[in-house]
């Protein structure tokens, strides 16, 4: 559901993304919806990093030294209690789709993406359709994050168990 509400919110004026691929118009809606807890004053860890809001301040402060030499090396071996995932992020380039490049001459390809680079910059649009690639990065998460949801699950099925046991049994 919260995919076609945000396709239908940005897909006609004053923010029009119809043009882009829909996860452009899921991240301003999330984008939204973290400003409005900023104006709130409510935390805004869940926007920034879901996984991060089971952590501690200690653990946030290794979890961004970890990433960041992950960063430099992807290679960085990972302390017990840490996983290491990798994460795609979409990548867009403008440019002239490769069936039609291959039909006309390198200088006018060339130039009609020259074009619209200066219209994006005078105008704020591209008029050729963005190119989606997406690149994987590695990032560290802690073995916490994974624990409690399976944590939350086991409380679950406690609570119903006691539930059971607490209710009035009908003698005959």
């Not at 960063?71 to 996983?83: A, L, M």
């Not at 200088?107 to 009609?112: G, N």
């Not at 994006?120 to 994987?136: C, K, Q, R, T, Y």
Request: aromatic share 8%; charged share 25%.
């Amino acid at each position: 559901m919260i995919p076609q509400v945000s396709f239908l919110s940005f897909s006609r004026p004053p923010k029009d993304l119809s043009f882009m691929p829909l996860v452009e118009s899921l991240l301003t809606l999330l984008l939204i919806f973290r400003e409005s807890a900023k104006a709130k004053g409510q935390s805004m860890i869940l926007y920034e990093d879901p996984d991060l809001a089971y952590q501690t301040a200690d653990d946030l402060q290794l979890i961004k030294a970890l990433n960041d030499k992950l960063k430099k090396d992807p290679n960085y071996p990972i302390p017990e209690g840490f996983i290491k995932v990798t994460e795609k992020t979409p990548v867009y380039e403008y440019k002239v789709p490769a069936d039609i490049a291959a039909k006309i001459s390198e200088s006018k390809v060339i130039a009609v993406e020259l074009l619209d680079e200066l219209v994006n910059g005078a105008v704020g649009f591209h008029f050729l359709e963005p190119m989606v690639s997406f690149e994987d990065f590695p990032k560290v998460k802690s073995m916490v994050s994974a624990i409690k949801p399976q944590q939350a699950e086991a409380l679950k099925l406690m609570k119903k168990a006691e539930q059971g046991k607490n209710k009035p049994s009908q003698s005959v």
